[in-house]
């Protein structure tokens, strides 16, 4: 089933979708055609709205623009020398906002430098795709209370300076106590699962998601918390080699899908049979992480005949396999 989907979505990418590429990026050959379908008094008035005295109709203009995507933009380009200095300024902004859906900042973002990714920039690029207004400081806020809540439990101990078992206690009771993160047991293949916004909204999603929930929080704290992207599930793992001097160094390893769940190497020797169980899984980079949090949604998408949707994650993974750096 699996081999037949993916060579379904290969097929499907080759004749549809990479048109539907090189038309995003071409903005500049396709404003004429959209342009002919404009609402021009309607995006002027909304134009001419964002610069209202009001702050709740510039914000509902701009809204509004936002979701009216590529046939708002040559208005929006015509914009960019208006009078109004706010205007010029708010016009700029959902310019940039807009090249997104353009496939524009996938590209720029894909070109980077693997050292230079920032796999949280990358995970909002990712919950774009679902919903095209969520915005990226909403998701790193969310974050940061996450963290806050962890340093509200530790009172006045700096996170880096706990021992490790005691650190990763506190998480839990946090995350998975607390919070209630895990796995989606009961509705795996939706695309949801894969994207960060609704991961932190519903508390549920696929392993790798909820695991990255956890390394961020970890990221925020100072703590050396790492991925461990086993075949089967993704893990996480607080890395004892890097521990504060002084601190154990044993590694300590958790399943976020299940509760948070410390995995002792028993469980280890039997939930990842082909692993080391000591060694596991070296983290790898965030490129990887992010090809394989958008194989999950693109294969969800297609199985829901999301297809629009489904090729934006096309999109996206391609970009981030054409751009990787080649193995010396």
């Avoid at 002027?44 to 809204?63: N, P």
């Avoid at 590529?70 to 109004?84: F, G, V, W």
């Avoid at 965030?286 to 005949?305: G, V």
Wanted: aromatic share 6%; hydrophobic share 40%; with cysteine.
């Amino acid at each position: 089933m699996t081999f037949r989907i993916r060579t379904y979505c290969l097929v499907r990418y080759v004749v549809i979708c990479m048109p539907l590429v090189a038309s995003m990026v071409g903005t500049a050959v396709r404003a004429d055609e959209i342009a002919a379908d404009l609402d021009v008094p309607k995006i002027t008035k909304l134009i001419d709205q964002l610069g209202s005295v009001f702050f709740e109709e510039r914000e509902a203009a701009a809204k509004e623009l936002r979701s009216l995507g590529q046939q708002a933009i040559p208005l929006l380009q015509e914009a960019r020398t208006h009078k109004s200095a706010e205007i010029r300024s708010r016009v700029a902004a959902l310019l940039r906002q807009q090249a997104l859906t353009l496939g524009e900042a996938v590209q720029a973002f894909a070109k980077q430098r693997d050292e230079d990714l920032n796999l949280e920039e990358g995970m909002w690029l990712i919950a774009r795709i679902l919903n095209h207004d969520v915005q990226q400081a909403t998701l790193t806020r969310q974050l940061d209370q996450l963290a806050d809540a962890v340093r509200k439990k530790l009172g006045k101990i700096e996170p880096k300076s706990v021992a490790p078992d005691r650190m990763v206690t506190v998480l839990r009771e946090v995350l998975f106590d607390q919070e209630k993160f895990g796995g989606n047991f009961d509705d795996y293949q939706n695309p949801a699962n894969s994207s960060l916004e609704k991961v932190l909204e519903t508390k549920q999603g696929l392993p790798i998601l909820v695991s990255h929930v956890v390394i961020a929080v970890g990221r925020r704290l100072d703590l050396p918390i790492v991925g461990v992207p086993t075949a089967g599930r993704y893990i996480v793992k607080y890395d004892g080699k890097r521990a504060a001097p002084g601190l154990p160094t044993q590694d300590i390893f958790l399943d976020p899908f299940n509760n948070g769940k410390v995995l002792t190497r028993i469980d280890r020797m039997e939930s990842f049979p082909d692993h080391d169980p000591d060694r596991m899984v070296d983290p790898q980079s965030a490129r990887r992480d992010l090809i394989r949090m958008l194989n999950n949604m693109e294969s969800h998408l297609f199985n829901r005949d999301e297809i629009t949707k489904a090729y934006q994650a096309v999109e996206f993974r391609v970009a981030l396999e054409q751009t990787a750096k080649t193995p010396e």
